[in-house]
């Protein structure tokens, strides 16, 4: 299971707080149910509902220590509803897929994102939102082969690219590197995540292990 900071950029991007007793909800769901064509108002609503509602039981079984494998549950059974009601939209699929994470069902939650990322779905997120989701892959995908990089490499090249600002993405992008032996790219990666934010603990200790690296290939 991924440690729960790796999660909180994903989870807050997609979810901002609504009017009256709404608490969490993704900031691109009101106009995606504007543009929905063909698709009656009350189904969108209810579709909104179940998605808010299951942002909310996921962010209270995160909350939890250790985290609640029954709000998980719930949150996963919403998501599912909300898929199965507006089956277009990419949010309530990246919901189910941080759900099944944090119930340890690691290759289920990539087949969830790999339907978030795929078209026409992708094309309901913000950059920032798809940049979160490829970075979330990626993550998974490593925490199921360390070795496996190809993959991560190009899903987190794109989301540095769709969000700069992603100090985490650009550590594991560094990571990635260096178990690639690319060590000019590494130190270049983890460089630029502490210059987003000095305080990526994955960024220094990576930059250190680069540069220790690339002093012993001088000398010797």
């Not at 994903?10 to 901002?16: F, S, T």
């Not at 609504?18 to 691109?28: M, T």
């Not at 949150?75 to 990419?90: E, K, M």
């Not at 630029?192 to 990526?200: E, G, I, K, R, W």
Request: charged share 25%; with cysteine; aromatic share 4%.
């Amino acid at each position: 299971m991924m440690p729960l900071a790796w999660t909180d950029a994903l989870v807050q991007g997609l979810l901002l707080l609504l009017a009256a007793g709404i608490l969490l909800a993704l900031q691109s769901i009101p106009s995606q149910i504007r543009r929905r064509r063909g698709r009656s108002s009350a189904t969108s609503a209810q579709a909104h509902r179940h998605f808010v509602t299951g942002a909310q039981f996921l962010s209270r079984a995160r909350s939890t220590s250790p985290p609640s494998p029954s709000l998980a549950k719930s949150a996963l059974s919403h998501a599912d509803h909300a898929i199965s009601l507006s089956p277009r939209d990419a949010a309530p699929h990246i919901l189910k897929a941080l759900s099944l994470d944090l119930l340890g069902r690691r290759v289920l939650a990539i087949k969830s994102l790999n339907t978030a990322l795929s078209p026409p779905l992708v094309n309901s997120l913000s950059d920032r939102e798809r940049g979160d989701a490829l970075f979330k892959r990626a993550e998974l995908q490593l925490g199921l082969n360390q070795r496996k990089t190809r993959r991560a490499v190009a899903d987190l090249t794109e989301a540095v690219r769709l969000s700069p600002d992603n100090a985490k993405a650009l550590a594991k992008l560094g990571e990635c590197y260096e178990e690639r032996v690319e060590m000019e790219n590494a130190q270049k990666a983890f460089e630029t995540a502490l210059q987003v934010d000095p305080s990526v603990k994955a960024a220094k200790e990576g930059l250190k292990r680069v540069t220790r690296f690339r002093e012993v290939e001088r000398d010797s």
